[in-house]
């Protein structure tokens, strides 16, 4: 029997070689050819805006806290009308792992991932990106979602109008 | 099987009976009185609960905390805050029906919740959040409407949000109940209680921030602090507040190289879970933009390491060519203890002479007599809380000692009797007896008494827990050794009559208690025209001690002037050598507080210039260095040690403190956070007397109190206290103004002893007649709170320019 065994493991590995020498090939020759990656392809992070054209993230630090790697920093502000927003905001791709988890934790769906894994280079610096390289003007996926019109605080609605909203109370109504 | 220790057993002399109770099947003894919630606490076990809180108690309003009781005459479904504990009683926390009435609760306050946690500060150290995810509650059912509020202005330091409300009441029974204060409170009915002013407006009480910290919700914020940071984000440690002598304990906050916020710590025994809005947002002087930062040689800056060069061999050569007197250093009661020992160790070393640990010759004095006194009759400030009897002399408590002012509102609440004197129209939040006396009238009563004093003294012999407060900057040496008769001749076998010293600096105590109690004052020495090298060490006799003039004129005689500190004051801004040293919060070290407690600070954040003064532009700098900008500032303590070429760890130096000083003998088992032991009792007691001066006809006594705020050095180097500060006034009795033909809001000019001011005059009918009352700020800084007995000449100032 181990007579046997011993001419089929021979022979096998060469019969899978014959057989796929024909195939047509799938690697590509990269970087003359371009890969077709997923559409869920978890790659280089964006911040995209909300339906009406503003900034989605409100520098909540959340996905900060949940990057395992420590690799996004910020400092929220706040604008005139309430707004709470990124003064700035910092990923550092040469330590980004792209596990997405700042996605999942983010509360806002402002900060997404992108097909674009090209994000090699020799200047580590250029890889660190502030807010401008990362704020692009589209709403990614969910393109409905505007945090600011779900939580009632009074930004993109006055207060008491968002939808579900009953108007503010009157503390010195004494009506039953 | 656990023992609770009976905390306030003190309060009564019955013998506490210790039911036992087993609750999820553990089993306790707790002091009777206490209730099933704070059991379990001490068990571990953790019920829910929002209205209930430490030093608030429990209103029952929450209806988060349910337990099932299954023994008794009633057994069933019960509020743990509100159920005492019984002999035998069994609970279970974790049961069907409790558990899922918490879930119901949990899903009924998020009713109206408005689900903006990402944009709430609270986020991240949120009890709701907690309670929430631990009631279980997940998925909203309810379909209707979300009840909304429109929030007000309630100031600078206090952000309101009212739609995370949950109704617990717990700000209403602070601000009101717990700090006195009278604008803030609940309106409204049903489903419309609403939590604020009755119109827009700054917070009043001097206690507001506080609100920040007991909201279990984002409802109140600090709004010095909006959208700094997360919590998780947060560099914090335990520490102390370093505005007052009373060291609270207080838990700052810092990130990206600032001091962003200050959280009340807590500390049964000295604040509970309380610090005033002084010692909350005074906090700016860490990261002042003046704050100096680099060593420097006459004009030239230079590293830490040419500096100590540098002082070392001038300080050798003075004392080769002119002997020991000829270098003088000068410590602080703004300066950790281990500082100040350092400068006794480093004199040591030289050879030269012992220092000067504070500026202020008679601050000091007086502490001294606190400090060894005192030293077996000093209360805590939870013994004033617990007293029925408190006399204050000389002392303006929401001035000089925010904290204590709240200690006697609770008292008072327990119907205990407060009676002040002082010249001063002292405000407090609770109601007590005050009487103006002068100066020189309360040495009088304190040292013959009379009528008045026979009478205090019988209130004293008949009280049960009778606790003196005595104002060391107004009363002085004298005025505290007369106290210390009165405080011996009411205590009796059972009882002694405590004291409560106020003192003006964090470590005046420990200043005190290091230094012998027989030697020369700063001013003696210099004016002596001996000393050729001066190094002060966290302090500036300009801003910190009177004479002013005396001590600038006697620096023509120095011929180096070394300052080490991290403030930018004058002295800093002249020396000729400078070494910038480390604020408490970039430290860790040790203060001795009023009641002669050590309390321990560690260190906070590292030294350096915040990110967002380092930036360019819109984001932090992309340069990427491993110096620090502007992190070359050391410990003082660290300076002193690399200057004798003896570094230690700080529980090494603890250790030979502790030997040197058998006072100090608890020192090394202190821990930041904890509450603190007090030192030993003195064995020796200085004794000085200073006589009262005479009063030349025509005059006023001079009364400098300190300002509110912006007095101590810290807060007058903290931006955001800047809405809180008053503009200087010279205050009289309404009598004394109409018979110096004086009207509210003209100008007079006094003339002190400390040098002439033109000021505001204003009446203040509540105070001393024949007294004129000025307040210590960054106004009139040559007027020192502290510095004895003087009187003035106040005339006319004539019309404004
Ligand atoms: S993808 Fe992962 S590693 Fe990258 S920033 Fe997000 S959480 Fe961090
Ligand atoms: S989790 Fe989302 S909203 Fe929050 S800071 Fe990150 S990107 Fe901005
Ligand atoms: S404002 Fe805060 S502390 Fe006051 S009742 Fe509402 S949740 Fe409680
Ligand atoms: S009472 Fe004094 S020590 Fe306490 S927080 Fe206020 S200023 Fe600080
Ligand atoms: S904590 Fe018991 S009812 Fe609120």
Known sequence: MHVVRGIRGTLQPFWVTLRNMFRKPVTVQYPEEKQQLPERYRARLILTRDPDGAERCVACHLCSAACPVDCISMQAVEAEDGRRYAAWFRINFTRCIFCGLCTEACPTLAIQVTADFELAGRDLLKLVYEKEDLLVDHCGTNSNYNFYRQSGIGVSAPRGRNPGEAPPADVKDLMP | MITLTADIVRSTNKKLTMPTLTIDNQTITVPEGK?????????????????????????????????????????????????????GMVVTTGDDASATFRERVGEWLMLNHPHDCPVCDEGGECQLQEMTISSGHGIRRYKGDKGTYTNQDLGPYVAQEMNRCIQCYRCARTYKDYCGGRDFGVMGSRN???????????????????????????????????????????????????????????????????????????????????????????????SHPERPRQARHKDQNISVEDALTLLESQIRTAVQQHGPEAVLLLGSD????????????????????????????????????????????????EDVRNSDLVLVFGVDPLAEAPLLALALRQMVRKQGRVLLYDPRPVELPCEFDHQAFSPAGLQELLENGGVEGRHLRDLLGQAQRPVIVAGADLLGPLGL?????????????????????????????????????????????????????????????????????????????????????????????????????????????????????????????????????????????????LITPGGDPLPAALVLQRLIRQEQELSELHRHLAEDQPRLKELPTITPGAPGKRVKPAVTRPQKTDKLPEQPAGTFQL????????????????????????????????????????????????????????????????????????????DCPQLIPGAGLSYCHIAPGGADE
């Open chain 2, 703 to 778: 009364v400098v109190s300190p300002a509110r705020y912006g007095s101590d050095l810290f807060s007058r180097f903290a931006a955001k206290l800047a809405p809180r500060l008053t503009s200087t006034r010279l205050y009289l009795h309404p009598d004394d103004l109409f018979e110096r033909g004086l009207k509210d809001g003209e100008k007079a000019v006094v003339e002190t002893d400390f040098g002439s001011f033109r000021l505001t005059v204003a009446s203040r009918p509540g105070m001393a007649a024949g007294c004129a009352l000025v307040e210590n700020n960054g």
């Open chain 2, 334 to 381: 703004r300066a950790s203890l281990e500082t100040n020992w350092l400068l006794q160790r480093t004199a040591k070393h030289f050879g030269c002479r012992v220092p000067v640990l504070n500026a202020h010759a008679r601050r000091h004095q007086t502490a001294q007599i606190a400090a060894f006194d005192f030293s077996d009759r000093l209360a805590s400030l």
């Open chain 2, 35 to 87: 209730t099933i919630l704070e059991a379990a606490e001490a068990l571990g076990i953790v019920v829910p609960h929002f209205c209930y809180h430490k030093d608030l108690g429990a209103v029952g309003s929450c209806r988060m905390c349910a337990v099932t009781v299954h023994t008794g005459p009633m057994p069933g479904l019960k509020m743990a805050c509100l159920i005492p504990v019984e002999e």
């Open chain 2, 192 to 286: 419309r209680v609403f939590f604020g002013r009755f119109k827009d407006g700054m917070l009043e009480s001097d206690f507001s921030g506080n609100l920040v910290d007991v909201c279990p919700t984002g409802v109140f914020t600090d709004r010095t602090f909006r959208f700094k940071s997360r919590s998780w984000d947060l560099e914090q440690a335990d520490s102390v507040c370093p505005h007052c002598a009373v060291g609270c304990a207080t838990i700052p906050g810092g990130r990206l190289r600032e001091l962003q916020r200050v959280c009340s710590g807590d500390n049964p025994q000295v604040n509970a879970s309380f610090i005033c809005d002084r010692g909350r947002f005074g906090s700016g002087y860490a």
């Open chain 2, 481 to 625: 050794q007369s106290l210390h008769a009165w405080a011996s001749g009411a205590s009796n076998a059972e009882r002694s009559c405590q004291v409560y010293p106020v003192l003006a600096g964090a470590n005046s105590f420990g200043t005190a208690l290091l230094s012998l109690p027989e030697q020369d004052d700063l001013l003696t020495r210099l004016e002596s025209g001996k000393v050729k090298a001066l190094i002060c060490v966290e302090t500036d006799p300009l801003l910190e001690a009177p004479h002013g003039e005396r001590f600038s004129a006697a620096l023509a005689q120095v011929d180096n002037l070394v300052v080490m500190d991290y403030l930018p004051t004058p002295l800093s801004t002249n020396a000729g050598l400078f070494i910038p040293t480390c604020p408490p919060v970039e430290d860790s070290g040790t203060f001795i507080n009023n009641e002669g407690r050590l309390r321990r600070f560690r260190q906070v954040i590292k030294p350096g210039l915040s990110l967002a003064r380092t930036g360019a532009g819109e984001h932090p700098s992309r340069e990427f260095t």
